[in-house]
């Protein structure tokens, strides 16, 4: 299979490799003789289930002993390229300390259990404790986890529109939404009707033993079919917490910042940089929101580049910014500093979740990032926390030049377009 194809004008990509269940067992063992070593290494457990040899990919965490002062595993560590490739990501790097916390961050990653995480590699216990938690309780860290889900398949609308598809990818991307389906079904009132689950099954079942010509029709329908769901998946999240949500003033939280933006009409607008998502009242449905969203993709240029650096802003419900508010509302620490500098916003307040368990899990998130964050610069490879919501990534970055700029482009121009493009569609 070539690295890269086209067919009827769609560039495919990253071919899934039939390797089977015992290239997986491989790949563990080979983890754990050459990463248990690792000096302060604890413990190697491992999250999720590849249900798909040869197109799901195996995630771990690596646990290290609270008082190993590097807690990284360093470039000399080389794993095959078999094992690259079943891996597909980074470990996932934490301390014994904070282990127990992972419940509050993501109860699916932890199947609402940490004990039931199996260890590739241990020489040591893991500082699991079940966290016992109320009905509604559970109910509210997955309704904000299913959101966070929801936001790594805004890819599937970018790559549909510019008919990109890195199959391994879209196929992760097409389960992933199997799931968010499943979990907002589960715990949201407005419900989201599709076949995308039988019909993902049966593709993936055949998927080594048909022609990807003939299987094409039947991939780009179930791409269209999950960028719907990831923008239905924000409004069903916004609806099952709208009698749960009290509104806090900004200068309350903000202060007086120069990314107020003023607005012509009396709609709210509020944008943040780092996620990349704009929250509007504007009562438009999610294949709107969705038309709008791919209306705004653009692409520009830097000055002094040659290449064009792509700018997608998804447009979603404004109840569904009680994600990124309660970061808003911390004290201090790296999360409350940079997103006062990543938000654009007209109105005079914010939509918050007032739920002791939201602010204890904002604060854990907070002090995880506090506390790992500041290590990155020193060049551990692979450190921090990546899971819980995606800006975790961006915090990685300096304020560079390029950051700077694309800023500025967002304020003085971005936004205005955006301003216009829901006034012309207000109903």
């Avoid at 999250?47 to 470039?75: A, L, N, T």
């Avoid at 986890?145 to 890195?166: G, I, R, W």
């Avoid at 993709?297 to 580049?305: S, V």
């Amino acid at each position: 299979m070539p690295k890269t194809m086209t067919i009827d004008g769609w560039k495919l990509s990253d071919f899934p490799i039939a390797y089977g269940p015992e290239d997986y067992d491989d790949a563990r063992k080979e983890i754990a003789e050459k990463v248990g070593p690792v000096s302060g290494v604890k413990t190697i457990l491992e999250w999720g289930k590849p249900r798909y040899p040869g197109i799901s990919d195996i995630d771990f965490f690596v646990v290290f002993e609270q008082e190993s002062p590097s807690m990284c595993i360093p470039p000399s560590v080389k794993l095959s390229p078999k094992t690259q490739y079943l891996m597909k990501h980074k470990f996932l790097v934490i301390s014994d300390k904070h282990l127990e916390d992972l419940l509050y961050m993501a109860p699916w990653i932890t199947y609402n259990n940490p004990e039931k995480l199996p260890a590739i590699y241990s020489k040591g216990e893991a500082n699991f404790k079940k966290i016992n938690l109320s009905d509604e309780e559970e109910r509210i860290l997955n309704l904000m986890f299913l959101y966070e889900q929801n936001e790594q398949m805004v890819d599937l609308a970018t790559c549909f529109h510019n008919k990109s598809l890195p199959l391994r990818h879209i196929l992760a991307l097409l389960n992933l939404a199997k799931r968010v389906v499943q979990k907002a079904n589960e715990y949201c009132e407005q419900k989201i009707e599709t076949d995308l689950e039988a019909r993902l099954a049966k593709i993936i079942k055949n998927w080594f033993k048909t022609d990807i010509k003939e299987m094409l029709p039947e991939i780009l329908y179930l791409v269209e079919e999950a960028a719907r769901i990831s923008f239905t998946a924000p409004f069903s999240f916004a609806d099952a917490i709208k009698d749960k949500v009290s509104y806090v003033k900004l200068d309350e939280i903000v202060g007086s910042s120069k990314n107020r933006v003023k607005n012509s009409n009396n709609n709210v607008f509020f944008t943040s940089f780092a996620y990349n998502k704009l929250f509007t009242d504007l009562e438009l449905t999610p294949k709107e929101a969705l038309e709008a969203s791919l209306k705004m993709y653009k692409k520009f240029k830097m000055p002094g580049k040659k290449e064009e650096i792509p700018l997608w802003i998804t447009v979603q419900p404004y109840l569904a910014s009680v994600n990124l508010t309660a970061y808003f509302c911390l004290e201090g620490g790296l999360l409350a500093d940079r997103f006062r500098k990543d938000i654009f916003f007209s109105g005079d307040k914010f939509p918050v979740l007032d739920y002791p368990v939201i602010a204890k899990r904002t604060r854990l998130i907070a002090g995880l990032v506090d506390h790992y964050i500041p290590r990155e610069g020193q060049g551990t490879q692979g450190k921090g926390i990546l899971f819980g919501a995606s800006f975790f990534n961006y915090l990685y970055r300096d304020e560079t030049l390029k950051r700077k700029l694309l800023i500025r482009y967002i304020k003085r121009e971005y936004f205005q377009k955006l301003v216009m493009l829901f006034k012309n569609n207000q109903r």
